[in-house]
Structures are given as structure tokens and as C-alpha cells.
């Protein structure tokens, strides 16, 4: 019985048993604040450098003659006369080489940012509908290799964060064109089929918009 007691008692050893149920339990907290010192200023840096760039193409595409600098993050007027589109071009012409313009606002809007820069990047520019409604997808990726090998618990030794930011065209002067056709139209077929009422209630509306808007 004395040498039982004796062996309940006795603590040797008890330090190297909590470091071995401890250790992993450390290396797993270690391997979380090493991907989230990583992974969110990255991610964020990312996204605003995204959003910069589908705004800024959607705006260059438009009829707005408006231009973007990325050295000042800045957007200014088109000063070059040759370059302003009319509406109609703004509508239906192409959007150039929007890859590489988004990859130049991107890798300039993140090289601002306070966040580690390792790693490869990857940006992908995506046009819906190229003619009239134009959407501009920006996709950007970068994947940097991490600082400590963690593969023994599961952790990958490359992590990959994406950001996408989405912009549309906006064509101010072919709404407003549309809806003056719009009412032209109106006012014939009333003229010609008599369509008395349908006509009071579309202009009734008509109207209503112009107000809103302060075109009237």
C-alpha cells in the first residue's frame, strides 16, 4: 500500500505529459494567428484594389469622360477631345484591353497598401455583355507560401485569398435619349390609334420621372 501511495504521489514526469497533450493544441492556435496575420490585410488590400479597378474601367467605358489615375487614386476629366466618346460610342464601341488595365489599377492600389506583398498575383477581368449593358468582373488572387511548415497537422503550405468586385457601365445620356424616344413614341401611337388613356397614364409617369430626376 506504501509503495502505491508513493506512486500516486510522485510528480515526475508530469511536465513532459502536458507539453505532449499542450503542443499541438499550441501549434494548431500558432498556425490560426499566423493565417489571419496574413490572410486579412491581404484580403482587404485585395478588395479595395478590385473595386478600384471595376469602377475605374466602368467609368472610363462610359459616357460619363470621366478618366482614372491610380498613381493619385483619383478620378478627372478627360481633357483630350480625341478621346471623348459621344453616347453612341460610349454604347456600343469595345472596352479596349481591359486585362491589362485592370492588372495595372490593381498591382498599383495594392503596392499602396500597408500588407505583405508575397506571393504571385493573379488578376482576371471578365466583360458581360460587351455591347449596351456592360458588367466588369474584376478577380484578383494571390497566393504566398507559408512561413512556417505546418503540413505535420493538416495545415496547406500555400494559401490562396481571393477578392472580386463587380461595376456597371452607366450610360447617363442613353437613358435619358431612351426615355425621350420612349415618349416620343407614345405621343404617335396616341396620335394615330386614339390609345387616349394609355397615353395620360404613361405620361402621367413620364412626368413623375422627369421631376424626380429634375429634367423638367
Given at each position: 500500500?506504501?509503495?502505491?501511495t508513493?506512486?500516486?504521489e510522485?510528480?515526475?514526469g508530469?511536465?513532459v505529459v502536458?507539453a505532449v497533450i499542450?503542443?499541438?493544441?499550441m501549434?494548431?492556435?500558432?498556425?490560426?494567428?499566423?493565417f489571419?496575420?496574413?490572410?486579412l490585410?491581404t484580403r482587404?488590400?485585395l478588395?479595395?484594389?478590385?473595386?478600384?479597378?471595376a469602377?475605374?474601367?466602368?467609368t472610363?467605358?462610359?459616357?460619363?469622360?470621366?478618366?482614372f489615375?491610380?498613381s493619385?487614386?483619383?478620378f478627372?476629366?478627360?481633357t483630350?477631345k480625341?478621346?471623348?466618346?459621344n453616347?453612341?460610342a460610349?454604347?456600343?464601341?469595345?472596352?479596349?484591353?481591359?486585362?491589362?488595365?485592370?492588372e495595372?489599377i490593381?498591382?498599383?492600389?495594392?503596392?499602396?497598401s500597408?500588407?505583405s506583398?508575397?506571393?504571385v498575383l493573379?488578376v482576371?477581368?471578365?466583360?458581360v455583355?460587351k455591347?449596351v449593358?456592360?458588367e466588369?468582373?474584376?478577380?484578383a488572387t494571390?497566393?504566398f507560401?507559408?512561413?512556417?511548415d505546418?503540413?505535420?497537422?493538416?495545415f496547406p503550405?500555400?494559401i490562396?485569398?481571393?477578392?472580386?468586385?463587380?461595376a456597371v457601365?452607366?450610360?447617363?445620356d442613353e437613358?435619358?435619349r431612351?426615355?425621350d424616344?420612349?415618349v416620343d413614341f407614345?405621343g404617335?401611337a396616341?396620335?394615330?390609334?386614339?390609345l387616349?388613356?394609355i397615353?395620360?397614364?404613361i405620361s402621367?409617369f413620364g412626368s413623375?420621372?422627369?421631376?424626380?430626376f429634375?429634367?423638367?
Amino acid at each position: 500500500m506504501t509503495r502505491f501511495t508513493r506512486f500516486i504521489e510522485d510528480c515526475r514526469g508530469d511536465a513532459v505529459v502536458e507539453a505532449v497533450i499542450l503542443f499541438p493544441v499550441m501549434i494548431m492556435i500558432f498556425a490560426a494567428l499566423v493565417f489571419l496575420a496574413g490572410y486579412l490585410p491581404t484580403r482587404g488590400a485585395l478588395q479595395r484594389a478590385t473595386q478600384y479597378a471595376a469602377s475605374a474601367i466602368s467609368t472610363e467605358s462610359s459616357d460619363t469622360w470621366l478618366t482614372f489615375d491610380e498613381s493619385e487614386a483619383a478620378f478627372g476629366w478627360e481633357t483630350d477631345k480625341d478621346r471623348l466618346k459621344n453616347v453612341y460610342a460610349a454604347l456600343f464601341s469595345g472596352m479596349g484591353d481591359v486585362q491589362s488595365r485592370s492588372e495595372e489599377i490593381v498591382s498599383t492600389i495594392e503596392g499602396r497598401s500597408l500588407s505583405s506583398k508575397a506571393g504571385v498575383l493573379k488578376v482576371e477581368t471578365i466583360v458581360v455583355n460587351k455591347i449596351v449593358y456592360k458588367e466588369v468582373v474584376v478577380t484578383a488572387t494571390r497566393a504566398f507560401d507559408v512561413p512556417v511548415d505546418l503540413s505535420f497537422v493538416g495545415f496547406p503550405g500555400t494559401i490562396e485569398i481571393t477578392a472580386t468586385s463587380t461595376a456597371v457601365v452607366q450610360n447617363g445620356d442613353e437613358f435619358v435619349r431612351t426615355l425621350d424616344m420612349a415618349v416620343d413614341f407614345v405621343g404617335f401611337a396616341t396620335e394615330k390609334f386614339g390609345l387616349t388613356d394609355i397615353a395620360d397614364t404613361i405620361s402621367s409617369f413620364g412626368s413623375r420621372v422627369s421631376t424626380l430626376f429634375g429634367w423638367g
